[in-house]
C-alpha cells in the first residue's frame, strides 16, 4: 500500500465540513496526515472548531498551518512542506470524495509507473434536472473535462519538489494547476488519470462573478511569458473569446472617441460593430441557460460589462508579467 497524505487549502468556507466530513467516510486506507492550509488573511480558530470535529479519528492525523492569505498555489506549498510521504493528494475545500475514495486513491498510486508524477481524480459536478443550468453551472461544469485540476490531484513529492512546487506568482485559483502539470511534462514525468472519484458541487455565487473572473485573463499572460503562445494546445485549454473582446472594447472606445470629435457617422458605424459584438456574446450566453428574467438581466448587463473588463486585465497582466522573470527548465 501506496501512503499518502492529503493537502487541502482553505478559506474555511462553508464548504469546508462537507468535504471533510466525505473525506472521513470514505472507506480505504487511510491518510497519513491531512494538512488544512488557512489561507485567510487574518486566521481565527473559531470557524475552524465545527469541520475539524466532523473529522472523527481522522483528527488527530490533522495538522493546520497557515499560509497568509497569498492564494492557493502559495497555500498548497505551505501544506507541502509538511507532507513526509511519497505522494500529496491535494483536495479543494468545496470538493466531496466518493464512497470509496481512499480505496481508490491507493490503487491508483500503488498503479503509477514509476515514471508518473502524477494521477489526476475523476471529478463530476452535478447539475439540476428540471431546468437548463446557468451561465455560472456551466462553467463550474467545464472542470469535468478539465485536464490536471487541483480539485483532485495527487503529486509525487519527489516531482514537485524537481520542478520547484507551484508558482505563487499565480495569486488565483485559475492556471497554477496548468502551469505546474506543463513544468512536470517537460521535465519527463508522466500524469494520467485515476479511476477515483469526486463530486464537485456548484457552490453559490454572486450574479457578478462572471465580471471578477475577468481577473484570470492576467494569468493568462503570465502563461503565455512562461509558456510560450502554445501553451493553449499544450495545456489543452480553451482559448476563450479574448480577441472577441478586445475587438468589442476597441469598437466601443472609437465610437465614443469618434463622437467627441464630431464625426457621426463613423462613430454610428463603430458603435454598431460594438453593440452587435455585444448581442453575439450576450445571445451565445443566454440561449443555453433557464432563461428566467434574472438570469437574461444578469448575462445582458454583464455582457456589456466583460469585454473592457477582459481586456483591461489582459493588458495590465501583459504590463506586469512583462519581465517576470522565466523558470529554468528541469532536466529530466
Known amino acids: ?167 505563487e506568482r499565480f495569486p488565483r485559483a485559475f492556471r497554477e494547476d496548468a502551469d505546474l502539470a506543463l513544468r512536470v511534462l517537460d521535465a519527463g514525468w508522466r500524469i494520467r488519470r485515476g479511476t477515483r472519484t469526486t463530486r464537485h458541487p456548484v457552490r453559490p455565487a454572486s450574479r457578478w462573478v462572471s465580471l471578477k473572473q475577468q481577473r484570470g485573463n492576467a494569468d493568462d499572460a503570465l502563461m503565455r511569458r512562461l509558456h510560450g503562445p502554445g501553451w493553449w494546445d499544450r495545456a489543452v485549454a480553451p482559448r476563450g473569446r479574448i480577441r472577441r473582446h478586445a475587438a468589442i472594447t476597441a469598437a466601443g472606445a472609437a465610437a465614443l472617441l469618434l463622437a467627441a470629435a464630431r464625426r457621426p457617422r463613423a462613430a454610428a458605424l463603430a458603435g454598431l460593430g460594438w453593440a452587435a459584438g455585444t448581442a453575439e456574446f450576450a445571445r451565445v450566453r443566454i440561449v443555453p441557460g433557464p432563461r428566467t428574467r434574472h438570469e437574461v438581466t444578469t448575462m445582458l448587463v454583464t455582457s456589456v460589462l466583460i469585454p473592457p473588463a477582459a481586456t483591461w486585465h489582459r493588458l495590465s497582466g501583459t504590463w506586469r508579467h512583462r519581465a517576470a522573470p522565466v523558470r529554468q527548465e528541469v532536466a529530466p
Open 1 to 167: 500500500m501506496t501512503p499518502y497524505t492529503v493537502v487541502i487549502p482553505t478559506l474555511v468556507r462553508d464548504t469546508l465540513a462537507d468535504c471533510l466530513a466525505a473525506l472521513a467516510a470514505a472507506t480505504g486506507p487511510r491518510p497519513e496526515r491531512i494538512v488544512l492550509v488557512d489561507d485567510r488573511p487574518d486566521p481565527t480558530p473559531g470557524p475552524l472548531e465545527h469541520p475539524l470535529g466532523v473529522l472523527g479519528d481522522l483528527r488527530v492525523r490533522t495538522t493546520v498551518v497557515t499560509s497568509g492569505g497569498r492564494g492557493p498555489a502559495a497555500a498548497r506549498n505551505a501544506g507541502l512542506r509538511e507532507v513526509t510521504t511519497g505522494w500529496a493528494a491535494f483536495l479543494d475545500d468545496d470538493v466531496q470524495v466518493g464512497p470509496h475514495w481512499c480505496a481508490q486513491l491507493v490503487r491508483d498510486l500503488d498503479e503509477a509507473s514509476p515514471d508518473t508524477a502524477g494521477v489526476q481524480g475523476v471529478v463530476t459536478v452535478p447539475l439540476p434536472g428540471e431546468r437548463r443550468p446557468t451561465d455560472w453551472e456551466r462553467g463550474t461544469a467545464s472542470l469535468a473535462s478539465a485536464r490536471w485540476i487541483t480539485a483532485d490531484m495527487a503529486y509525487r513529492t519527489d516531482a514537485l519538489e524537481q520542478v520547484g512546487g507551484f508558482d
